[in-house]
């Protein structure tokens, strides 16, 4: 299974969906399709649209 990582455009915060995120209820593994679309970044409190593919 291929994972791969988002970027916040406002505070280069990176998302891995292979570490997933369990602060914010993201199991390793959870696939960017299945965050949330009202899921905002932790730092930043950007849109999980002003997210983009880096890897």
């Known amino acids: 299974?291929?994972?791969k990582k988002y970027?916040?455009?406002t505070c280069d915060l990176v998302y891995d969906e292979e570490a997933g995120w369990p602060e914010e209820g993201f199991a390793p593994g959870t696939k960017w399709e299945d965050i949330p679309?009202?899921?905002t970044c932790?730092?930043?409190s950007?849109?999980?649209?002003d997210?983009?593919?880096v890897a």
Do not use: G, Q, R, T
């Not at 950007?46 to 649209?49: E, G, N, P, R």
């Open 7 to 9: 970027c916040c455009v």
């Open 46 to 49: 950007a849109s999980k649209s």
């Open 42 to 44: 932790p730092e930043c």
């Open 37 to 39: 679309d009202d899921w």
């Open 51 to 53: 997210f983009y593919l």
């Open 1 to 3: 299974m291929s994972y």
